[in-house]
């Protein structure tokens, strides 16, 4: 059985990204109109107050972690969606791992110009490729390890 293919549409000066395809629930994530995007971040924010994240036209909740230098993990995202808990959490410099409950559904690589490449342990339900998809063109994926982050800073200060 093969997964539905997902369409992705990502306006990171608007700050939006839309996940649908033939049998998915669609997603949209959107940033907070008029306020200014972090270039850093595909969607434009990491700040759960200025994003709002519907599944098939219902409210989830998101949580993005700061995304602090020195730790993979404060890049972690968080949602929950129709009873579910997601997770998409930097596993290496370009995956993230992709969690439902606390138990790893594959990997996602995601550089941030909205094409998703998904890896998935066992077929996906429509639900999980599409929220999974929309998190990683929305943030992007992967992150480098606290020991090279603290290597460019200290080259940064010595150099």
């Known amino acids: ?52 994240l519907t599944v098939d036209g219902a409210p989830a909740v998101i949580r993005p972690a700061r995304g602090r230098l020195l730790v993979r993990r404060s890049y972690r995202v968080d949602v929950r969606a129709g009873g579910v808990r997601y997770r998409l959490v930097p596993c290496s410099y370009e995956e993230s791992r992709f969690l439902r409950d606390g138990r790893r ?31 990683a063109a929305a943030f992007g994926t992967g992150a480098a390890p606290w020991w090279d982050t603290l290597g460019d800073i200290v080259g940064e200060l010595l150099g």
Request: glycine share 12%.
């Open 105 to 135: 559904l594959g990997t996602l690589v995601s550089s941030g110009d909205g094409r998703v490449i998904d890896t998935w342990d066992t077929p996906p339900e429509p639900l999980d490729l599409a929220v999974g998809t929309a998190l």
């Open 1 to 52: 059985m093969t997964a539905p293919a997902a369409e992705v549409r990502l306006d990171g000066a608007a700050g939006t990204v839309r996940v649908s395809g033939d049998g998915l629930p669609v997603v949209e994530l959107v940033r907070a109109a008029g306020t200014p995007a972090d270039a850093h971040v595909p969607v434009g924010t990491r700040r759960a107050a200025l994003l709002t």
